[in-house]
């Protein structure tokens, strides 16, 4: 069963004057978002200013976050990395602090093969019971998570959803048929989402 329909928020992390995680701010950026209809939280994100966040604050706002939203909707808490070590702590930290799944971008920078990227999410998948959802934007990361490569990770009882930001009809046109009730495909291309939804996509992001 999919983690949630519909459209979920990429929602920023605020910081004050002193460059803390302004939690007064967070808050109401986050029951703004519930009170207005959207169908999740997806907290330190690639838009959530994960990359700057120490490990601290990253499962600190991951924490606050679970509990603000207190079950009104679900949390998807971001916990990617380059390193596979570090994607596996965050991941296990936001289980621990109440998320719902974890959004893992692929490792930025490092150009991981597509059997790189095989390993990198079953070692993570294989260290969490939380449900994870895939993470693929080439253009941000240099990294590029092919549908092939999907269709052989959707195997995974953990891996339960993917996030494809490439806008290509072709390769939506792969992914479709990976659509199930226990796998999940996301958009998050701001040009081709209506698309992506009405064929088969459970929402985007």
């Known amino acids: 069963m999919a983690v949630f329909t519909g459209a979920g928020v990429a929602i920023a992390t605020p910081f004050d004057e002193n460059y803390n995680i302004d939690y007064e701010s967070f808050g109401k950026f986050i029951d703004f978002q519930i009170e207005n209809k959207t169908d999740a939280i997806i907290v330190c994100g690639t838009s959530g200013e ?3 966040l120490s490990h601290e604050e990253h499962i600190a706002a991951i924490r606050y976050c679970v509990n603000r939203v207190n079950k009104r909707v679900p949390v998807i808490a971001g916990t990617g990395s380059n390193c596979t070590d570090t994607a596996s702590y965050l991941t296990k930290q936001a289980q621990n ?5 974890a959004l893992v971008v692929t490792p930025y920078y490092n150009k991981a093969t597509q059997n790189g990227l095989i390993a990198h999410y079953t070692d993570i998948a294989k260290h969490t019971d939380l449900p994870i959802i895939l993470y693929n934007v080439p253009p941000r990361t240099g990294c590029d998570l092919l549908p092939d490569t999907v269709s052989k990770l959707c195997s995974h009882p953990n891996i339960i959803g993917f996030k494809e930001s490439v806008g290509n009809e072709s390769r939506w046109n792969a992914l479709y048929p990976l659509a199930s009730p226990s ?4 958009s998050g291309d701001d040009h081709t989402f209506a698309r992506a939804m009405a064929r088969g996509a459970q929402g985007v992001v």
């Open 183 to 186: 796998f999940s495909l996301y």
């Open 97 to 101: 602090a109440g998320a719902d799944a």
């Open 50 to 52: 994960a990359s700057t």
